[in-house]
């Protein structure tokens, strides 16, 4: 049978909690939480619940209960004892006495039970199995923890703050439909960024019926591919966004998270191969801001390595336009760390320089002396069509020409490959080899790593 879910005030009704375990102890303090009344009756109590006792928060009885407790009448009483027949007949008691029991060792003997709770008061987001299974509630409690940022309760603060207000200002018709307007304006991203007084100016705004015009750019990064390194706050941009400019290098896992109503743009390049020039992207956000839509500029591993964010925060800074930047896991972390491939290591390297093989002019001119230095790893993005070139220069500059070299392929996603060779020999092993970008390339001893540290 379906249990009902329902919010309960904490000081309704006097609670009493029978039992001094670690079980007891637990709902005491979710009762207290609540500010709830509350009284204990334990042959001993645990070192939280004597400690609610002395602060004042809790009544504690220490001495053993028996069935012929008497209890106020509408109280609930939460049986938590070790002794399972001592537990039966307090809940006949405590049922005669007009009380609802929670039985913490039978469930189907119990009238209510306590769910697990994702606190963001206001907002409170309560799990429950029925009383099936603790663990898959802990579990579900965990994974919406993780998706619910602390900043829920400045927004539930912000709403509850708005409340009377709109009760003022609005006709009873009239409020529901703000309400909806208003979760699905910028506020509550704009809480959610830690921007409380732009959000309740928006929300003054709203109020005053204007409309939400305020456009803002999301510079997001997307990571090296696989979706599920992604961060919570891309996550949520992604999924909220109105139009969506994206490069080549976003994942299609990644892709199939944007919502169906957003409208989709693609500003890729590849090489000799612009989709829409860098000039044109910046101001094609500038235009979808001003607009006011919410942007997402989704861009492959970091928007501010060797992804442009830079110049396209300046156009936006110009022109006036909001925007956030958040960071992703660049190529060189996701594709080392699914490689096996440690960047620095005790042993081996001892700090990391990152270039890119592919500059402005399609050159591979990069200052190769610097490049060759002892105890040091090499990260080359962009650099497959070159990479020929790339190691001839770096033997001719005085690096090794046995230093181990990995090509990573297609990066953190399922068809990952990883191609070791060393300086001499890589030229022959690429003109023998189809290898497909996005590619990256690691060069140092840290490469050696790979056979014995590669786990996918």
């Given amino acids: 049978m379906m249990t009902l879910p329902l919010v309960f005030r904490g000081d309704a009704r006097p609670f009493v909690v029978i039992g001094?375990?670690?079980?007891?102890?637990?709902?005491?303090?979710?009762?207290?939480?609540?500010?709830?009344?509350?009284?204990?009756?334990a042959k001993s109590a645990d070192a939280a619940v004597a400690h609610l006792e002395q602060q004042g928060k809790i009544r504690l009885e220490v001495r053993e209960a028996n069935a012929s407790e008497t209890f106020e009448q509408g109280s609930l009483v939460v049986i938590a004892t070790n002794d399972s027949e001592l537990n039966e007949a307090l809940a006949v008691s405590a049922r005669q006495q007009g009380c609802l029991v929670c039985r913490t060792d039978r469930k189907e003997d119990s009238d209510f039970a306590f769910p697990a709770v994702v606190d963001r008061s206001p907002v409170l987001v309560a799990i429950s199995s029925s009383g099936t299974s603790p663990a898959l509630t802990r579990h579900l409690k965990q994974r919406i923890e993780a998706f619910l940022p602390q900043e829920y309760r400045q927004l539930g603060e912000l709403v509850e703050a708005l409340r009377?207000?709109?009760?003022t200002r609005l006709?009873?018709?009239?409020?529901?439909?703000?309400?909806?307007?208003?979760?699905?304006?910028?506020?509550?991203?704009?809480?959610?960024?830690?921007?409380?007084?732009r959000a309740n100016a928006v929300?003054?705004?709203?109020?005053?019926?204007?409309?939400?015009?305020?456009?803002?750019?999301?510079?997001?990064?997307?990571?090296?591919?696989?979706?599920?390194?992604?961060?919570?706050?891309?996550?949520?941009?992604?999924?909220?966004?109105?139009?969506?400019?994206?490069?080549?290098?976003?994942?299609?896992?990644?892709?199939?998270?944007?919502?169906?109503?957003?409208?989709r743009i693609y500003v890729g390049k590849a090489k000799s191969d612009h989709a829409v020039p860098q000039?044109?992207?910046?101001?094609?956000?500038?235009?979808?801001?001003?607009?006011?839509?919410?942007?997402?500029?989704?861009?492959?591993g970091d928007p501010f390595i060797f992804g442009r964010g830079g110049e396209e925060i300046e156009r936006l800074a110009q022109y006036g336009v909001p925007f956030q930047v958040v960071p992703g896991i660049t190529a060189a972390s996701g594709c080392a760390a699914y490689s096996g491939i440690p960047l620095t290591h005790r042993d081996h390297a001892q700090s990391v320089r990152f270039v890119t093989g592919h500059l402005r002019n399609n050159t591979c001119n990069l200052?190769?002396?610097?490049?060759?230095?002892?105890?040091?790893?090499?990260?080359i993005y962009m650099g497959l069509s070159?990479?020929?070139?790339?190691?001839?220069?770096?033997?001719?500059?005085?690096?090794?020409?046995?230093?181990?070299?990995?090509?990573?392929?297609?990066?953190?996603?399922?068809?990952?490959?990883?191609?070791i060779s060393t300086l001499a020999d890589m030229p022959e092993l690429i003109s023998s080899t189809e290898i497909q970008a996005p590619t990256l390339t690691i060069i140092g001893s840290v490469v050696t790593l790979h056979s014995k540290l590669a786990w996918r």
Avoid at 164 to 167: I, T
Avoid at 179 to 195: C, G, H, I, N, T
């Fill in 20 to 41: 001094g375990g670690v079980v007891a102890s637990r709902k005491v303090q979710t009762l207290v939480k609540a500010g709830a009344d509350v009284k204990v009756i």
């Fill in 164 to 167: 009377e207000r709109v009760k």
């Fill in 171 to 197: 006709a009873l018709p009239l409020r529901a439909p703000f309400w909806r307007k208003l979760m699905a304006s910028q506020v509550p991203e704009l809480v959610l960024a830690r921007q409380p007084e």
């Fill in 203 to 263: 929300a003054k705004s709203l109020l005053s019926g204007q409309s939400d015009t305020h456009g803002e750019v999301y510079l997001v990064g997307a990571g090296p591919g696989d979706p599920d390194l992604l961060t919570f706050r891309a996550l949520r941009l992604i999924q909220s966004a109105d139009v969506v400019f994206y490069d080549r290098l976003v994942g299609p896992g990644v892709m199939a998270l944007i919502s169906p109503d957003a409208e």
């Fill in 279 to 300: 000039d044109d992207i910046n101001q094609h956000l500038v235009d979808a801001a001003k607009q006011g839509k919410r942007v997402l500029r989704l861009k492959g």
């Fill in 367 to 379: 200052p190769w002396d610097e490049l060759v230095h002892p105890n040091q790893t090499l990260v």
């Fill in 386 to 419: 070159g990479i020929v070139e790339i190691c001839h220069q770096l033997i001719a500059n005085g690096m090794d020409e046995q230093s181990p070299i990995a090509l990573v392929e297609k990066g953190t996603l399922p068809d990952q490959k990883v191609h």
